[in-house]
């Protein structure tokens, strides 16, 4: 539900625009997996509701004829409010005793005030300022601080035991006051002298994050199992005992570690650039624009003291436009250009302000029937001189060494750490075939020059820093008697590839502008999306809940062994995609509109244990591996990233009719849109971990995560006046 409404206020001087709506949505679904445990499987119903209120207001005032201010304010918030269920997948019936929930409220409001003043004919000066506060609130319903966190499912789960839990919540709980906060401005003047219009400027922007995040209770208890119990849980991590030798359930091969992720801190990133540029009309045919950009980055963390900054980072600018034969029916254009991104606040939190994730191991003799916490604790042997072991913390393990301290802000990121950047080349043209049709092609190349990310990787004797992955990288590495070292490692040495990933594309597209009633466009592109790393994210580590969102911090380049293997097709390669959009204006009463959009499927691997049970790597199923690293087993193979098949093509066909009555002047709009028509619910994504330890299959491999979103058909009531 929405309105707007604009116009004068005082004429040619004053000018209010607002808009105002509300969108709401309701629904239900499933939380959990059937092989879940039976306290998840207590909230597995959920019955959800969104609420989004947004406005949108703008006032222009003209003060005279060569002086204006625009102010804009924006608001747009989202509550969430979900109530949990138990659910019987035999049945597929839900009780209605509420056993769980969330309330969540996300979103803020944005202010903008800018001048412009019109100095001369020629010479133009604007400046901008603006503020933004997004606030985090997570509420979980019925939460108890004291009780842990509990996980569990029927495999890790010894027959005959009561696995429950005092604890209702079964997320990460946020840290109280999380907000994000932006606020920057910027300066820029346009001189206008002959053929050139030349402009330049400054902006600077400074982002502030609270944020962080725990288990419930401040820790969880995490079950788990291995066919084989005399096998290390985790030798190349320090974990070198056996859950036989432990004694309790680990003879049969059971056990648990208690795990601790909290991250908490207010970290601060500011960002400045100074840009030069020139749009050279050469002649009536020919456009050039030309322009550099020079960008500083600076990274704070919750000490409020530097970690790593970039300057002197020149991104350099070219376009030209070809006006073919003077009349605008054929026009080519070509572009390339440099972009660097900033790293985001998140880095800070784990990487720089002394974030606790840890595990330690135990085997156990029963389960607390209130808790659900292990009863008879035997802790697993540990290596206590073992680098990933945490000092004083009676065997917690750490597989990024984060335990709690703080490190050094100087032995955070490599020395001359550069920043995130790729280059861009486009080249393109269109033409007008006739007067009723438009063809155009448009070539595509992205390459990836320089990314951010952490690393572990052994040859920094335990230390993890943030580095440039790919080439050559220089520590501060500090020494036992506190001084610092300065040390240089090749790539070769760090042991890693070659950064690499590369987009190719070709666009070409059919359009007939409106005209004769009706309009309509043809697109169809194919592209290649490919290389060794996506870049900040990694969406192919994902199990149900999106991936890897640790951006810039993805746990690609921490260890070399996550690397073999990984050069192949990316997650978000989609060869081909076909799309139509076009309508059909039947009267002044009347419009019919449709769209389709075809897409080839995305490429899927398959990822396993490290072959190696010995190696400091990390015991999980990240390697581009496929199937169980059990000796002599025939099943197990090198399985490149990308070379396990493809998700299917998905389809979506929309339809839309508009009646707008003559006898309201056509003022009032009727519209239904239907989208996805054939109600096609095509799996978008699999979960691609074959195994859950180094002798057991993961059962929920190749289990389908997402699904293309079922028909659903919206009405929309319009008046404009």
Not at 469 to 480: I, T, V
Not at 508 to 533: Q, R, V
Request: charged share 15%.
């Amino acid at each position: 539900v929405g309105a707007y409404a604009s116009g004068p206020l005082i004429k040619d001087r004053l000018f209010v625009y607002v808009d105002v709506e509300q969108n709401r949505q309701d629904g239900n679904s499933i939380r959990y997996y059937t092989n879940s445990s039976a306290a998840q499987l207590n909230q597995a119903w959920s019955d959800y509701l969104y609420k989004t209120p947004r406005w949108t207001a703008k006032i222009d005032w003209n003060i005279n004829d060569n002086n204006t201010i625009e102010l804009t304010g924006v608001s747009d918030k989202t509550t969430y409010n979900a109530s949990y269920y138990p659910y019987n997948y035999s049945a597929d019936t839900h009780a209605n005793n509420k056993t769980g929930g969330l309330y969540t409220k996300d979103g803020g409001d944005l202010y903008i005030g800018k001048y412009t003043g019109y100095v001369t004919d020629d010479l133009t000066i604007t400046a901008l300022y603006g503020t933004q506060k997004i606030n985090h609130v997570s509420t979980p319903w019925n939460y108890n601080p004291a009780c842990p966190y509990v996980s569990s499912n029927t495999q890790s789960q010894v027959p005959g035991l009561n696995y429950t839990s005092c604890q209702s919540y079964t997320g990460t709980v946020l840290i109280p006051g999380a907000h994000d906060k932006t606020y920057g401005g910027r300066f820029d003047i346009e001189y206008h002298i002959g053929d050139h219009d030349i402009r330049l400027g400054y902006d600077r922007q400074t982002a502030e994050s609270l944020t962080g995040s725990s288990y419930p209770g401040g820790y969880g208890w995490i079950y788990g199992y291995q066919a084989n119990p005399n096998q290390p849980i985790d030798a190349g991590h320090g974990v070198v005992g056996t859950p036989a030798e432990a004694g309790g359930y680990g003879t049969q091969g059971y056990y648990v570690y208690r795990y601790y992720s909290t991250q908490n801190a207010y970290v601060k990133t500011i960002q400045e650039a100074q840009y030069l540029e020139d749009r050279w009309q050469l002649t009536d045919r020919w456009l050039l624009s030309i322009g550099l950009r020079n960008e500083q980055f600076t990274n704070y963390n919750g000490d409020n003291k530097p970690y790593a900054r970039q300057r002197h980072q020149l991104a350099p600018r070219l376009g030209v436009s070809w006006d073919v034969f003077g009349d605008s029916t054929l026009k080519v254009f070509a572009n390339a250009g440099r972009y660097h991104l900033a790293m985001p606040n998140n880095v800070a939190v784990r990487a720089a302000s002394g974030s606790l994730i840890t595990s330690q191991y135990f085997t156990y003799t029963g389960v607390d029937p209130v808790t659900g916490a292990p009863t008879g604790l035997n802790p697993v042997r540990v290596d206590l001189n073992n680098q990933y072991v945490c000092p004083n913390s009676g065997g917690a393990v750490s597989t990024n060494i984060e335990c709690g301290t703080a490190p050094d802000p100087r032995t955070v990121a490599a020395k001359g750490l550069k920043s995130h950047f790729q280059d861009e080349y486009i080249l393109g043209a269109q033409y007008q075939l006739t007067p009723e049709y438009v063809f155009g092609a448009k070539g595509t190349v992205r390459k990836l020059r320089s990314a951010i990310d952490d690393t572990c990787t052994p040859a920094l004797g335990g230390a993890c820093f943030l580095f440039n992955p790919g080439k050559a990288n220089s520590f501060l590495e500090e020494q036992d008697d506190g001084t610092f070292v300065e040390r240089h490692y090749s790539n070769a040495e760090l042991g890693f590839p070659h950064l690499k990933r590369k987009y190719v594309a070709l666009d070409l597209f059919l359009e007939h502008p409106f005209a004769d009633k009706w309009y309509g466009k043809i697109d169809y592109t194919y592209s290649h999306n490919y290389g060794n790393t996506e870049g900040q994210l990694a969406s192919d580590l994902d199990t149900g809940a999106g991936g890897q969102t640790d951006v810039s911090v993805t746990q690609d380049w921490d260890l070399p062994q996550l690397m073999v293997g990984a050069n192949g097709s990316l997650p978000n390669d989609r060869r081909h995609q076909f799309r139509a959009f076009g309508y059909y204006q039947m009267s002044k009463e009347w419009r019919f509109g449709g769209t389709a959009m075809i897409m080839s499927g995305r490429p899927l691997s398959c990822t396993s244990f490290w072959p190696d049970p010995k190696a400091p790597v990390y015991n999980g199923s990240y390697y581009h591996y496929c199937g169980l690293p059990i000796p002599g087993s025939t099943g197990y193979v090198y399985t490149p990233r990308g070379t396990s098949g493809n998700t299917p093509w998905t389809h979506r066909y929309d339809l839309n009719v508009a009646y707008s009555p003559n006898w309201l002047d056509n003022k009032l709009t009727f519209q239904v849109d239907v989208f996805n028509v054939l109600n096609r619910q095509t799996p978008l994504y699999y979960n691609m971990r074959y195994a859950s330890n180094r002798s057991t299959v993961n059962p929920l491999y190749r289990r389908v995560l997402n699904y293309t979103d079922p028909r659903t058909v919206r009405f929309t009531m319009r008046y404009d006046f």
